[in-house]
Nanobody, 121 residues
């Protein structure tokens, strides 16, 4: 089993930056692809970004390319999502997930509880 706990969310103004963190515990995720999804108010959960086990390969949703960066620190069992130039439409609950580098949520085996990001205009 893998437990994932997200942190770093909050209320910010448009144009600000935030870094989300995902701490993994239980079975190691050092050889597991990891990703981030988000679910905005009244919307379905959508893929944001993912990377392979060592962070060398990354996959981003078109909507966040050039704005968000995913990274990981396997020594600490941590995955990060650096978000810059935030917009009100980025408001969502952000979820960390383990198991795939694809944009298919069904391919991920483990999920965190989510962290709220709210961007005011």
């Amino acid at each position: 089993q893998v437990q994932l706990v997200e942190s770093g969310g909050g209320l910010v103004q448009a144009g600000a930056s935030l870094r989300l963190a995902c701490a993994a515990s239980g079975r190691t995720v050092r050889n597991v692809a990891m990703g981030w999804f988000r679910q905005g108010p009244g919307k379905e959960r959508e893929f944001v970004a993912a990377c392979n086990w060592n962070g060398a390969n990354k996959n981003y949703a078109d909507s966040v390319k050039g704005q968000f960066t995913i990274s990981r620190d396997n020594a600490k069992n941590m995955v990060y999502l650096q978000m810059s130039n935030l917009k009100p439409e980025d408001t969502a609950v952000y979820y960390c997930a383990a198991g795939s580098i694809t944009n298919n949520a069904a391919a991920y085996s483990y999920w965190g509880q989510g962290t709220q990001v709210t961007v005011s205009s």
